[in-house]
């Protein structure tokens, strides 16, 4: 039996307009069904989030990824209420954040959510560990805690070493490390990230988001990470959601919004995204039956097997090793066959549904 996971966080029917006529314009959509460019022209506001509704497990890694302008940092600045929802509930860990007070917003803001932005702003007069022990230090933790902490978790992001130094001396990738650094210190359940290796160069940003991914096997914290750049969301997504003009399209596995996405926005996004790491062998095998009428008997003790989540990549690997087709396993159990037709069908982006 599997268990159902905890959601940490959820949206419902979230919605953000700004101008000075938002509440005006909230009614009229609510009553007329009015779209974003009917706000704008009729109302002078603008429809930054429409009607978003997701939820988040706990330690998952919730990927938004769109263009700018899509409303993906409006979105995610609702979760700690940097931003007020014109209409719609948020809550963390079943309680609705909306009702909370300016005291209980900071209390929740300091111990159970902690943020990574694309600028850092570290402070300058502070050094690298006074800026990652600054959140315990504004709870009133003791100065040798709190530098035990800082120390611990810039050995955690590889900066040993680091902690007299001052921002100004470190270089971007390193003072990216140092915001990441300062959000895990306090411990939070939930990381909210927005786009915060975006203006790194491509190796360092590469480097920082394996760093990411280790960290988080490590540390299970509930996390949703802002990107424009779809390669960037499947590497480090469980679940991706698109965004386009504060509408959530589509939401899913990376492997689903690959093969199988929604409409002709989504899949002009995904067009360019190799199959090889993403699509497995569950989404183009054939069952045996399936096969065997149209190929004859399987003697399945002289066939390779493979994992029901291998992708293609690693069948490619075993299907160059034979001329028989592949049988694939789950739980010790045979669940179905992937022939080198099916395995070329795949790679070319063809596939059973």
């Given at each position: 039996?599997?268990?159902?996971?905890?959601?940490?966080?959820?949206?419902?029917?979230?919605?953000?307009?700004?101008?000075?006529?938002?509440?005006?314009?909230?009614?009229?959509v609510k009553e007329r069904n009015?779209?974003?460019?009917?706000?704008?022209?009729?109302?002078?506001?603008?429809?930054?989030?429409?009607?978003?509704?997701?939820?988040?497990?706990?330690?998952?890694?919730?990927?938004?990824?769109?263009?700018?302008?899509?409303?993906?940092?409006?979105?995610?600045?609702?979760?700690?209420?940097?931003?007020?929802?014109?209409?719609?509930?948020?809550?963390?860990?079943?309680?609705?954040?909306?009702?909370?007070?300016?005291?209980?917003?900071?209390?929740?803001?300091?111990?159970?959510?902690?943020?990574?932005?694309?600028?850092?702003?570290?402070?300058?007069?502070?050094?690298?560990?006074?800026?990652?022990?600054?959140?315990?230090?504004?709870?009133?933790?003791?100065?040798?805690?709190?530098?035990?902490?800082?120390?611990?978790?810039?050995?955690?992001?590889?900066?040993?070493g680091w902690g007299d130094r001052?921002?100004?001396?470190?270089?971007?990738?390193?003072?990216?490390?140092?915001?990441?650094?300062?959000?895990?210190?306090?411990?939070?359940?939930?990381?909210?990230?927005?786009?915060?290796?975006?203006?790194?160069?491509?190796?360092?940003?590469?480097?920082?988001?394996?760093?990411?991914?280790?960290?988080?096997?490590?540390?299970?914290?509930?996390?949703?990470?802002?990107?424009?750049?779809?390669?960037?969301?499947?590497?480090?997504?469980?679940?991706?959601?698109?965004?386009?003009?504060?509408?959530?399209?589509?939401?899913?596995?990376?492997?689903?919004?690959?093969?199988?996405?929604?409409?002709?926005?989504?899949?002009?996004?995904?067009?360019?995204?190799?199959?090889?790491?993403?699509?497995?062998?569950?989404?183009?095998?054939?069952?045996?039956?399936?096969?065997?009428?149209?190929?004859?008997?399987?003697?399945?003790?002289?066939?390779?097997?493979?994992?029901?989540?291998?992708?293609?990549?690693?069948?490619?690997?075993?299907?160059?090793?034979?001329?028989?087709?592949?049988?694939?396993?789950?739980?010790?159990?045979?669940?179905?066959?992937?022939?080198?037709?099916?395995?070329?069908?795949?790679?070319?982006?063809?596939?059973n549904t």
């Amino acid at each position: 039996m599997t268990l159902k996971k905890k959601q940490l966080i959820e949206c419902q029917s979230l919605w953000k307009i700004f101008g000075q006529k938002a509440k005006t314009a909230m009614q009229a959509v609510k009553e007329r069904n009015l779209t974003k460019e009917q706000v704008h022209n009729e109302f002078d506001c603008i429809v930054g989030v429409q009607n978003a509704t997701f939820s988040v497990d706990e330690g998952e890694i919730f990927c938004i990824m769109g263009l700018s302008g899509s409303g993906k940092s409006t979105l995610i600045r609702h979760i700690n209420r940097l931003i007020e929802p014109t209409s719609g509930e948020i809550f963390i860990d079943g309680e609705n954040i909306n009702n909370l007070n300016q005291t209980e917003l900071r209390e929740i803001r300091s111990s159970k959510i902690g943020m990574v932005f694309q600028n850092m702003a570290l402070l300058p007069h502070k050094n690298v560990r006074e800026n990652v022990a600054f959140a315990l230090e504004l709870r009133g933790i003791d100065k040798k805690s709190r530098d035990k902490v800082a120390n611990e978790t810039l050995e955690t992001v590889e900066l040993s070493g680091w902690g007299d130094r001052y921002p100004d001396e470190l270089s971007g990738g390193m003072q990216q490390r140092v915001g990441l650094a300062r959000a895990i210190a306090a411990n939070p359940q939930i990381l909210l990230m927005d786009e915060p290796f975006s203006a790194l160069d491509p190796l360092i940003r590469r480097q920082l988001q394996d760093q990411f991914i280790e960290l988080s096997q490590i540390m299970h914290k509930t996390t949703i990470f802002i990107t424009h750049d779809l390669d960037e969301a499947i590497r480090i997504g469980q679940r991706i959601a698109i965004m386009k003009d504060g509408m959530l399209v589509q939401i899913g596995e990376p492997e689903d919004i690959v093969t199988d996405p929604v409409d002709d926005y989504v899949a002009k996004f995904v067009s360019g995204i190799s199959n090889l790491h993403l699509v497995t062998a569950g989404k183009i095998m054939q069952s045996i039956a399936e096969y065997e009428a149209s190929a004859g008997p399987v003697k399945e003790e002289s066939l390779l097997k493979a994992k029901l989540d291998d992708d293609l990549d690693c069948l490619i690997d075993l299907s160059i090793k034979t001329d028989e087709p592949i049988l694939i396993e789950s739980e010790s159990k045979i669940v179905g066959i992937v022939s080198k037709k099916t395995l070329l069908a795949g790679i070319q982006g063809h596939w059973n549904t």
